[in-house]
């Protein structure tokens, strides 16, 4: 096992307060007591901890994404002192840091710009589609909306940045999919990461609209139809698109959410701590607090933790569904925040798996038609319909036994957890 990303917090604290946001509006409310930004000494640490992980591992390129709070609240000179210290570990032991940004584009300043084209960080701007959709859930802390702000932190971001800036947005339901696809167009975006709402069992607010009634897949699909008969001039880069194409045709590769492999990625916060993936905050109440710390731990050591392990495996760590699916290997039985429930903790198929399962099936039976013969007898790939994939699922369960790794996926059961 090994870490070869860091999710890194520089900053804890965000300037807006989307009402979605799994660090400030859901059950874990710990960020309070994290230091406002990184302090010089914990970035030291972190750049002794990946150089030492590195080379017990023997990683030359390694990952490190800043991430929200909003990165961009850090004052320009320390950000600068921050790339600058990881970057060091090239020239001193030959490790490759590989950067990228997420940020809410407010803040973005031309004095920004330069310092991320000089150590060529990726940039990938948070915003959900044309103004009245963004604004509904990604305001100020006043109430309101921000597209405005964020429009102007793109053209800035656009003068001034010399590489592409990537798109991340959430799914939002009542937005026309074709009209927010042609809103990112215009705003020059090369690519977009669609994300679904971070929920699990145990938060959904309506079990009816997120699990029902596939208004989810029917979304994303409407917007696959439309993006894979463009011309491949016209159309910018859809990562959850790509990825489940890449899958179906036998990619051994995943994200963290999707296809196979391990996540071997972790999340540093302000103060130094080692944590699992932050979204696991939906689950509860300091969820992902462990005793780990770049100041006394080695990155290696967070793998004692339950739930890294549980993380690390999440595509192959499935629950009984999931192993009779015909997709799962495309799939990865979803997110882990999303297959939370508190009363038999991890061993769920995602809240959304219906959603999954038709949006898997529909791009698998629309590829088929355009790839050779020859490449589909090779891959053992075949059209399934969603509904037939539901009977096999239905027809496979009893066949299903449990497996080991069950009990750790039930041992997050909130009793458990109180118990322990
Ligand atoms: S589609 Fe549903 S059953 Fe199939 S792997 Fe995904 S979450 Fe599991």
Redesign the pocket.
Known sequence: MNIEALVVKIASRCNINCTYCYMYNHADQSYKSQPKFMSKETILNLKNKIKNHCVKHELKKFYVILHGGEPLLTDVNDLRYFLETLSSLDKESSINISFAVQTNGILISEEHCKLLNEYDVGVGISLDGNEKINNQYRVDKKGNGTFENVKKGIEVAKKHLNHPIGCLSVVNLEASPIESYETFKSLSFTGINFLLLDENYDTLSNDDIVISDLKNSNWLIELFDYWYKLDDKERLRIRKFEDIISYILGSERGTESAGKGENKIAVVETNGDIEPLDVLKICGEEFTKHKFNLATNELDDVFHSDLIKTYYNSKKY??K??L?????E?????YLPH?YNSKNGFNN??I???D??KV?THIQNVIIDDIPNEIIEESGVKKVTYEE?LEM?ENNIPNIESTGYMDLLESFRKNELITN
């Open positions: 499935l629950a569904k999931c009779a699916c015909p997709v799962n495309v799939c990865g039985g979803g297959r198929p995602s959304y798996c219906k999954l399962l898997i994939a699922i």
